[in-house]
């Protein structure tokens, strides 16, 4: 179920690539390539991020000792209307311009665009170490897929992140694990590990020998890890080259003070914290890439390891969320509001 989180991430480029030869902004310089890319892909991956570090408690308390749950959940993190568009600013780039259409671009999380781009190389053609001719080459700016999710269904534009965990209960504080070990398939391969722990707190305040049974209230902590590692080699590519693929890296810190009332059947839960972390996106390899001179030749350029970024995503996070007990088989569901606010759904089997 994990490795769906990373293809969906690289579905986005992968289809975008497809669709509106996005691989053609590499003709830019790397510098110019690694600008557009940021700002394009900066919704996806901060809301991947923020994603991977929700869904670690669906309840204020902990399990007694040697009681465990198995939980299944859906996050989807909204990027904010703001989100969906950045202003391409000539002056913050060396040889890539607006040939036609407007200069408001969408990210990945926007519409559609008719803008055509342009770059407009230096060459040294005689090989002399004097630039004396230009490299010309254009190419339709990439769109976004907000439409092509809620063509999909979605009933807005969000990034979905399926995750399971496993939860072991050590007493008074509980141990939570995400783990899936190195799988590939079709060029994707995938790995995945996290670690919370939850404490409760509420045991520190309480007189000796009382029933926790009787206990409505709950209060915890909780500190949560994540790291997704994940790779890419296309089956194809726009432009001819060795060894390309793209390699991505997701770690998120998630902390927070947690509280609840049960009863019994139903309970409810809230949580403020902070939730954090960090993306970095590379796309390594050689791509020889095809440009026309002054004079209508048809001149190849080879480039290597074009891109080198890292997203960084931070926000204060508070939670709501209310639980179902059916015995031993709980349903969930919570929302968070932080930059990118998130919805948190599932199912889980847990034994006190």
Same mark, same amino acid.
């Given at each position: 179920?994990?490795? %769906?989180?990373?293809?969906?991430?690289? @579905?986005?480029?992968?289809?975008?690539? #497809? !669709?509106?030869? &996005?691989?053609?902004?590499?003709?830019?310089?790397?510098?110019?390539?690694?600008?557009?890319?940021?700002?394009?892909?900066?919704?996806?991956?901060?809301?991947?991020?923020?994603?991977?570090?929700?869904?670690?408690?669906?309840?204020?308390?902990?399990?007694?000792?040697?009681?465990?749950?198995?939980?299944?959940?859906?996050?989807?993190?909204?990027?904010?209307?703001?989100?969906?568009?950045?202003?391409?600013?000539?002056?913050?780039?060396?040889?890539?311009?607006?040939?036609?259409?407007?200069?408001?671009?969408?990210?990945?999380?926007?519409?559609?665009?008719?803008?055509?781009?342009?770059?407009?190389?230096?060459?040294?053609?005689?090989?002399?170490?004097?630039?004396?001719?230009?490299?010309?080459?254009?190419?339709?700016?990439?769109?976004?897929?907000?439409?092509?999710? %809620?063509?999909?269904?979605?009933?807005? @534009?969000?990034?979905?992140?399926?995750m #399971? !965990?496993i939860? &072991?209960?050590?007493?008074?504080?509980?141990?939570s694990?995400?783990?899936?070990?190195?799988?590939?398939?079709?060029?994707?391969?995938?790995?995945?590990?996290?670690?919370?722990?939850?404490?409760?707190?509420?045991?520190?305040?309480?007189?000796?020998?009382?029933?926790?049974?009787?206990?409505?209230?709950?209060?915890?902590?909780?500190?949560?890890?994540?790291?997704?590692?994940?790779?890419?080699?296309?089956?194809s590519?726009?432009?001819?080259?060795?060894?390309?693929?793209?390699?991505?890296?997701i770690?998120?810190?998630?902390?927070?003070?947690?509280?609840?009332?049960?009863?019994?059947?139903?309970?409810?839960?809230?949580?403020?914290?902070?939730?954090?972390?960090?993306?970095?996106?590379?796309?390594?390899?050689?791509?020889?890439?095809?440009?026309?001179d002054?004079?209508?030749?048809?001149?190849?350029?080879?480039?290597?390891?074009?891109?080198?970024?890292?997203?960084?995503?931070?926000?204060?996070?508070?939670t709501?969320?209310?639980?179902?007990?059916?015995?031993?088989?709980?349903?969930?569901?919570?929302?968070?509001?932080?930059?990118?606010?998130?919805?948190?759904?599932?199912?889980?089997?847990?034994?006190?």
């Amino acid at each position: 179920m994990k490795k %769906i989180l990373f293809i969906i991430a690289l @579905s986005f480029a992968a289809n975008t690539f #497809a !669709q509106s030869t &996005f691989e053609a902004v590499l003709a830019g310089s790397q510098d110019d390539a690694s600008r557009y890319f940021k700002s394009y892909f900066n919704p996806v991956f901060k809301g991947l991020t923020y994603n991977i570090g929700q869904g670690w408690y669906n309840s204020a308390r902990t399990h007694k000792k040697f009681g465990f749950d198995l939980t299944v959940s859906v996050s989807a993190s909204r990027p904010p209307i703001t989100a969906e568009n950045f202003t391409f600013n000539p002056a913050d780039y060396n040889y890539m311009t607006v040939k036609t259409g407007s200069n408001v671009l969408p990210t990945v999380a926007g519409d559609v665009t008719t803008t055509i781009m342009q770059v407009d190389l230096p060459y040294d053609s005689d090989n002399d170490g004097i630039d004396d001719d230009v490299l010309h080459q254009e190419f339709n700016a990439p769109k976004g897929v907000k439409q092509d999710l %809620i063509d999909a269904g979605a009933p807005f @534009s969000a990034f979905p992140s399926p995750m #399971a !965990q496993i939860g &072991f209960g050590l007493g008074h504080t509980d141990l939570s694990v995400r783990y899936m070990p190195n799988v590939g398939q079709n060029g994707v391969e995938v790995k995945l590990f996290g670690l919370a722990i939850k404490h409760d707190l509420l045991q520190h305040f309480k007189k000796e020998n009382s029933d926790d049974k009787k206990d409505k209230l709950s209060l915890a902590i909780l500190a949560g890890y994540t790291k997704l590692t994940a790779s890419f080699t296309p089956q194809s590519s726009t432009f001819p080259g060795a060894n390309q693929n793209t390699s991505i890296i997701i770690t998120n810190f998630d902390i927070e003070a947690i509280a609840g009332i049960n009863f019994k059947i139903i309970e409810f839960y809230g949580g403020i914290g902070y939730n954090s972390g960090k993306t970095n996106f590379a796309v390594n390899g050689s791509y020889d890439i095809s440009y026309t001179d002054s004079s209508n030749n048809t001149i190849t350029k080879t480039i290597t390891d074009p891109m080198n970024i890292d997203f960084t995503a931070g926000s204060m996070k508070t939670t709501i969320g209310t639980r179902l007990n059916l015995a031993f088989f709980k349903i969930f569901a919570s929302y968070s509001l932080q930059k990118y606010n998130s919805f948190n759904a599932g199912v889980a089997i847990s034994i006190r």
